[in-house]
């Protein structure tokens, strides 16, 4: 099946029972039994439910690898991928991700004994140099939040493997649409599926994808333990967003692009960081293990004073000042002050992020009335 057939077709089939074309919602906790322990393969909605089980098999297949399994969030999917280590275990990580991952690693699981070293991952030998006999995971996300950064997810992965860690990447940026990094070594995936799968800034949800088998029936124990489990409605929910994903990222990639070029000759933008520039430090990455580029960028104003940042963030009409990305509609965001102020401040501005820097979700708008708005509010 080629990838536009997929969107709309893997892991959907019409219902048994009635013919319906759409996967029910099966809003169900538990499943009768016709004797202990005879049942149709569903016992408890913790464990399984179709509508789940049908967004699960649709994952599995637009990230190429060979299962799925659905979180109540993003942070949930990475939380269970922890899980699968014990006091002692180090973890080579990025200096440069989403906020909330680096609360989940720093504040929650750094007490138990997990040691995380944060370093610039796009330097290949400075992770192989952080590597003990303790490192169990190495954990990135490419293009990262909110700076841009591209990281060799093969270069990494062909390391990891010869010391036989395992490899996450957070791939909610790029979407299984620009990159697969399954086919790429990695050994799972991670998406904070609320942003682009899902696609309409509608549900909150996360999600695992693997090839190992072994792999799947470990993290599939940690989903049923410890019970971070979306609810039916928000599947069906992703189950359709995931059926317009490719068209969406067309039209996001388009749109990101002339946004990016626009505000790169802007005379009152001082900088823009996104991967698709020739003149970006790993332009020829990006070219290689995305499609295209994607719809995030960063930007800082040549005026970046608090004032006028402030100013320009109040200013936009079509784009929304929240947090979040990937949703149809442009979002602005203020890093240092929203998503990554769980981050403290020297170690932000010692990795590139500053005060002034300013976050773009560029959606399907039209890109010139996106441009307009863009800048009036820069004035
Ligand atoms: C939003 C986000 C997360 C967390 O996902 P939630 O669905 O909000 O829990 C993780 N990584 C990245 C890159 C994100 O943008």
Redesign the pocket.
């Known amino acids: 099946m080629r990838d536009a057939t997929k969107y709309i077709h893997a892991g959907v089939e019409p219902d048994p029972s009635t013919g319906a074309i759409m996967t029910p919602i099966f809003q169900t906790s538990t499943y009768v039994q016709s004797a202990p322990g005879k049942n149709k393969g569903y016992e408890y909605a913790r464990s399984q439910n179709p509508t789940r089980s049908a967004l699960e098999r649709a994952l599995a297949v637009i990230e190429q690898g060979k299962h799925a399994l659905s979180f109540s969030?993003?942070?949930?999917a990475?939380d269970a991928v922890i899980k699968l280590l014990k006091p002692g275990d180090e973890v080579i990580t990025a200096n440069d991700?989403?906020g909330?991952?680096y609360r989940l690693f720093t504040k929650i699981y750094a007490k138990f004994g997990i040691q995380f070293h944060f370093l610039n991952t796009q330097d290949a030998s400075l992770v192989e140099k952080a590597i003990t006999k303790n490192t169990k995971l190495i954990w990135l996300?490419t293009p990262t939040?909110p700076l841009m950064n591209i990281t060799d997810i093969q270069a990494i992965a062909s390391i990891a493997k010869k010391h036989g860690i395992l490899v996450c990447v957070?791939n909610?940026?790029a979407s299984p649409y620009l990159q697969n990094p399954i086919t790429l070594g990695a050994d799972i995936v991670m998406h904070?599926?609320?942003?682009y799968l899902a696609g309409h800034s509608d549900v909150?949800?996360?999600a695992l994808i693997m090839n190992d088998d072994s792999l799947r029936e470990e993290l599939y124990f940690i989903q049923k333990s410890c019970g971070a489990i979306p609810g039916p409605q928000d599947c069906f929910l992703v189950l359709r967003g995931i059926k317009t994903l490719h068209v969406r990222m067309q039209r996001h990639c388009e749109n990101g692009e002339k946004i990016a070029r626009f505000l790169r000759n802007h005379s009152k933008v001082s900088k823009v960081f996104w991967p698709g520039f020739e003149d970006h430090p790993n332009h020829d990455i990006a070219k290689k293990q995305m499609k295209a580029f994607g719809s995030m960028l960063s930007f800082e104003l040549v005026d970046d004073s608090p004032e006028n940042t402030t100013r320009f963030l109040s200013s936009t009409s079509i784009f929304a000042l929240a947090e979040?990305?990937g949703g149809v509609e442009s979002l602005v965001n203020h890093p240092a002050s929203m998503t990554h102020a769980s981050i403290p401040r020297e170690e932000r501005i010692k990795n590139g992020l500053r005060d002034g820097l300013i976050r773009l979700s560029i959606g399907i708008e039209d890109a010139d009335d996106l441009m307009e708005d863009l800048n009036n509010a820069i004035g």
Do not use: H, R
């Not at 969030?73 to 949930?76: D, F, K, N, R």
């Not at 904070?192 to 942003?195: E, G, P, Q």
């Open positions: 969030s993003g942070v949930a990475t991700m989403y909330g991952t996300e939040n957070d909610t940026f904070s599926v609320t942003k909150i949800q996360g979040s990305l």
